[in-house]
């Protein structure tokens, strides 16, 4: 069975910290995804990475910056946390097969609060 | 975004059918996912179209029309435990695009 696991489910921070959320997924897949998901928006992606040391921006990558120096960890990092970055927060990773189904696998999410 | 549109809310009781339809934009299009995701839980995947037709897979079916840029999801013989949020995801390339998703209440 694919396992995302991500390093905390709750987090509570300060505005101006930095937030540091870690996801490892044990399926060698390439793909590894950052969402946020709030209420009447669904997921949206804020960071991906095709390949160790590949990033490309997603839909809302303002205020987040992430790193992938190896090929099963994707860290998301917020530089300086605000309050509009209380969320929850879920990894997900994917396989490119020659199928092209790429299900993403997710993981069980971090909901963090940022006070 | 990718204007993925889907209803916010759905009830139905207990053994019967649900449809929840999913419409998006049809350029770049390649392929549709359906989602489960249960309170507090990940989503977990329920089924993928990429070409015209109905997959069935037990009591979920998924549909999906590339030229109108439609899905839907059908579940059948509702139980309680179907009780959840439903997300249609539009596939470019690896990248998904989700829709704000369905909550489905399931009633005695």
């Known amino acids: 069975d694919v396992k995302v696991t991500q390093s905390s489910r709750y987090l509570v921070k300060r505005t101006g910290e930095k937030v540091f959320l870690e996801c490892v997924q044990d399926m060698d897949h390439e793909n590894m995804f950052w969402y946020r998901q709030d209420p009447g928006l669904g997921l949206r992606l804020i960071y991906f990475?095709?390949?160790?040391?590949?990033?490309e921006k997603g839909d809302i990558p303002e205020g987040y910056s992430v790193s992938r120096e190896k090929k099963e960890r994707f860290s998301l990092i917020l530089e300086s946390a605000s309050t509009n970055q209380t969320s929850m927060y879920l990894c997900a990773s994917s396989f490119v097969g020659t199928g092209g189904e790429n299900e993403q696998f997710f993981g069980p999410g971090t909901r963090l609060t940022v006070l | 975004g990718q204007n993925i549109d889907q209803p916010t809310e759905m009830t139905a009781t207990e053994g019967a059918i649900v449809q929840i339809n999913c419409t998006y934009q049809?350029?770049?299009?390649?392929?549709l996912f359906w989602y489960q995701q249960h309170a507090g839980e990940a989503p977990t995947f329920l089924s993928y179209?990429?070409?015209?037709g109905l997959e069935e897979k037990g009591r979920f079916s998924s549909f999906l029309s590339r030229s109108k840029g439609y899905s839907y999801l059908l579940l059948k013989e509702l139980q309680m435990k179907d009780s959840a949020s439903y997300l249609c995801a539009r596939r470019d390339d690896y990248k998904l695009s989700f829709g704000a998703g369905t909550t489905v209440t399931v009633r005695a």
């Open positions: 990475s095709y390949d160790v040391k590949m990033k």
């Open positions: 049809t350029s770049g299009f390649n392929g």
């Open positions: 179209n990429v070409l015209d």
